[in-house]
């Protein structure tokens, strides 16, 4: 059956499409879900609706590990639909990743309800303590089945990135523009691969990457849950914990990238994001900056090889730059006197630029070590990487997905949904300035209860006013979004 | 004014000026009254001299980060050798420091160890400000040699998660006016 065309859709990518707006859908119902449970965290520490700490701490593992998962579905199926209209992509690579990690997700949620609550990155040998930590060890098992679960479906998911440019260009080098690159900027097509696809290209490859840190990761604890190894090295494992698990949130923010190259044209007067040189030798380096920084989460662990400090610091702020010189500036210039069209998803996709940069900023204060020693483990950390999801892959995501929306049903959206889509930059950047300044007082991350003296009951009441405006603008967003869901997939069904 | 406070004050400011970037662009954003390719020559100039600014910059902070660095054999070459050692284990959910009085204006190395999973040594000055830290790793210890200027009851806190206890695990240690000393 062949399908109606449009910008998104091209005749033939109906499935993938659909596949797509699941991912989308399953990534923002799941995201209210566990955003309900963060803002409970923070009423807690405001003293409105206390919890007690059994509950917070499982809540908390729940709410990292959740998030961090189910926005990475969010985003990649937007990658998905935007990138299908060029490129052919398996459907059924989809669906497994997919089915792989939503039940992940399941299993993350079964582990931390049932007690597990070593913190999303569940430091060794931590999670390994069972009852002496305050958890049945069948919770640890499904939490570590879960992370496996969604290892594997960042394995699907790359693979289908990965096959579908591949064929497209040929071979994943032409994918990557490398006889762009090494021919000095010429190449014999008439044109190089978009820098989406180049991104993509070099995004599928990193998450092979980080699917292998993920095992390494998980092997000791699994090895040491069935009896076959008695302990592990700490610092080893600490190193592969925090490789996969900063990646994989690098990751989000790049796809999200992805996203910004495709869409924000569309609403900038139709100028088209330029594959340059300069770009697509960017894009290429990602495939080794990304891994650089994760160092910088273990800047206070003093027996760590300095050289290894060292590259943490050139990491996070080469990477840091390169985003900023590449991609958001590319952003700037491509809407400066562009005549840019106000809508929806131009609000979220250049609040998602922003925020990238504003998130950026606290991060790069970090990841210098003298301030490290005392921003570290704060509320500081949660600040920056807060900002990354909320106003950066989060807000990108959000956006792309109501242009799909809206291209589909081929209806635009009111003046209110423009006031909403605000209203959630408002209320994210209050929200996100809180655990700053809580940071910045000495309120320490991963914590139960407020700390006298940081201002973080006041900070944190604030914070939570900030996520009701925020919370009220997603709604009035979901709204137009549900709306429109049986229109766009309809579109998605016809005969051509 | 403390680190925290300096870093928290270039955060908002770095952040004000970014906002401030972007309104000077969006204001310009309608009439597309310069083609692109325009734009992206201007822009192509601006970006190589953002690159070595930025790198310039960043490259001296790299300096200075590696020589701030924390680490013994850097902070020894800063601040001398250490008069004084402290033993220091984290517990599930306790800490073991041992003595629990320091002179003031005096180096002070702190061994820190941990029982059987990672904690975090997190020093919070008389004032409730956090002034130092190292992480508490099972099988290693970590140095950290500091000073402390002014005497008073120096809060530690857990900053590594350490499941439930975590908020509970807190001590103090004394740091005593220097003899001899005001």
């Keep these: ?63 990292g590990t959740g998030m961090i998962f189910i926005m990475l579905v969010a985003t990649m199926g937007a990658v998905a639909a935007i990138l299908s209209a060029r490129v052919r992509l398996s459907a059924g690579l989809l669906w497994t990743a997919y089915v792989l990690n939503v039940a992940g997700v399941a299993c993350v949620a079964a582990g931390t309800l049932g007690g597990f609550a070593a913190g999303w990155t569940m430091l060794y040998p931590l999670p390994m303590l069972n009852y002496a930590a305050g958890w049945p060890p069948w919770s640890t098992f499904a939490f570590m089945v879960g992370n ?42 008439a044109e190089p691969p978009a820098l989406s696809e180049i991104a993509g290209t070099a995004l599928g490859l990193i998450g092979l990457v980080t699917v292998v840190a993920g ?40 796809l999200a990238a992805v996203l910004v190259y495709d869409t924000l044209p569309r609403y900038a007067g139709g100028r088209h994001w330029q594959t340059t040189r300069l770009s697509a030798l960017v894009a290429n380096v990602l495939l080794i900056t990304i891994f650089l920084p994760y160092p910088h989460h273990l800047y206070m662990d003093f027996a760590q090889p300095e050289a290894a400090q060292a ?53 790069m204060i970090d990841a210098s070590t003298p301030m490290n020693e005392v921003f570290h483990n704060t509320l500081w950390v949660v600040a920056h990487f807060h900002t990354y999801y909320l106003l950066g892959a989060a807000a990108v995501t959000w956006g792309c997905m109501y242009y799909l929306i809206t291209e589909l049903r081929g209806r635009k959206e009111s003046r209110l949904s423009r006031l909403a889509a605000w209203l959630y930059v408002i209320g994210g950047s209050g929200f996100a300035l809180m655990f700053f300044a809580a940071g910045a007082a000495g309120m320490p991350r991963r914590y139960a209860v407020p700390v006298a003296g940081t201002g973080e009951r006041g900070l944190a009441a604030f914070a939570s006013l900030s996520v009701v405006l925020l919370g009220l603008g997603l709604l009035k967003l979901t709204y137009d979004l549900s709306a429109g869901l049986g229109a766009a997939w309809r579109r998605t069904k016809i005969a051509g | 004014m403390s680190k925290a406070s300096i870093g928290f004050a270039l955060f ?35 970006r190589v001299w953002l690159f070595w600014t930025f790198g310039s910059v960043l490259f001296v902070l790299f300096v200075l980060s590696v020589y701030f660095f924390p680490y013994r054999a850097f902070a020894m070459r800063r601040m001398g050798r250490p008069q ?8 599930m959910w306790t800490w073991e420091i041992h003595p ?36 508490a790793m099972p099988g290693y210890t970590n140095q950290l040699v500091t000073s402390f200027d002014q005497p008073g009851k120096y809060t530690v806190r857990c900053l590594e998660y350490c499941s439930l206890g975590h908020h509970l695990m807190v001590s103090s240690f004394e740091v005593t006016p220097k003899k001899g000393g005001k």
Excluded: C
């Design chain 1, 1 to 63: 059956m062949g399908e109606e065309t449009n910008t998104i859709l091209n005749g033939a990518n109906g499935g993938v499409v659909r596949v797509a707006l699941v991912y989308l859908y399953t990534g923002l119902a799941i995201f209210w879900v566990l955003g309900a449970l963060g803002l409970w965290m923070r009423l807690s520490h405001a003293g409105v609706l206390p919890l007690n700490f059994f509950w917070y701490y499982r809540i908390m593992t729940l709410h």
């Design chain 1, 148 to 189: 496996l679960l969604a290892a594997l479906a960042l394995l699907a998911y790359s693979l289908a990135l990965l096959l579908g440019l591949s064929r497209k260009h040929g071979s994943i080098a032409a994918a990557l523009a490398w006889p762009f690159l090494l021919n000095g900027g010429e190449t014999r097509n």
């Design chain 1, 311 to 363: 590259i943490g610091i050139i990491g996070s702020w080469t990477g840091a730059m390169l985003a900023l010189l590449v991609t958001i500036f590319g952003g700037l210039y491509l809407i400066y006197r562009s005549g840019l069209r106000w809508e929806t998803p131009t609000i979220l996709i250049l609040a998602g630029l922003w925020g990238w940069g504003f998130g950026g900023i606290g991060a």
């Design chain 2, 84 to 91: 004084l050692k402290v033993e220091v284990v984290g517990k």
């Design chain 1, 215 to 254: 095992a390494a990761a998980l092997a000791p604890m699994f090895a040491q849950a069935f009896g076959l190894i008695s302990s592990f090295n700490v610092l080893l494992e600490k190193n592969f914990m925090f490789l996969f698990g900063h990646t994989v949130a690098n990751m989000n923010i790049y």
């Design chain 2, 100 to 135: 629990d009085s320091i002179p003031a204006h005096t180096m002070v190395e702190f061994d820190v160890t941990a029982g059987n999973i990672n904690h975090g040594f997190g020093i919070y000055s008389p004032a409730g400000r956090l002034i130092n830290q190292v992480q």
């Design chain 2, 12 to 46: 908002v400011l770095l952040s004000v000026v970014w906002t401030l970037i972007w309104a000077f662009v969006l204001v310009r954003s309608g009439p597309p009254t310069l083609t692109y390719a325009a734009v992206a020559k201007r822009a192509a100039a601006i």
